[in-house]
Nanobody
Framework: QVQLVESGGGLVQAGGSLRLSCDASANTGSITAMGWNRQVPGNQRELVAVRVSGGASRYGDSVKGRFTLSSDFAQKKVYLQMNNLKPEDTGVYYC???????????????WGQGTQVTVSS
């Protein structure tokens, strides 16, 4: 099992910045992917950024050039630096981890409890 603890959400004015953090705890196994999704009011949950182990980061179109994902798979930590925030970025942000408990088995998805980000105009 994997537990995720998120921090860093809050209220910020448009044009401001926030940094989200997520710590994953897992006794055994390996992290296969780390990233963030978000639930914007009135919309489906959408990809913000994700990185697969050994691969490059991938971003949702609406955040490209403004958000930066950084991750440490060995330390099981993932961060999201959000710059030039816009009111439409308001929503609940969920940390995501893909985790494989044993070699040659399927990876399972785990989600944090979510952290609120509110951008005022």
């Amino acid at each position: 099992q994997v537990q995720l603890v998120e921090s860093g959400g809050g209220l910020v004015q448009a044009g401001g910045s926030l940094r989200l953090s997520c710590d994953a705890s897992a006794n055994t196994g390996s992290i296969t992917a780390m990233g963030w999704n978000r639930q914007v009011p009135g919309n489906q949950r959408e990809l913000v950024a994700v990185r697969v182990s050994g691969g490059a980061s991938r971003y949702g179109d609406s955040v490209k050039g403004r958000f930066t994902l950084s991750s440490d798979f060995a330390q099981k930590k993932v961060y999201l630096q959000m710059n030039n925030l816009k009111p439409e970025d308001t929503g609940v942000y969920y940390c995501y981890v893909g985790y494989r408990s044993r070699p040659f088995t399927s990876s399972s998805d785990y989600w944090g409890q979510g952290t609120q980000v509110t951008v005022s105009s």
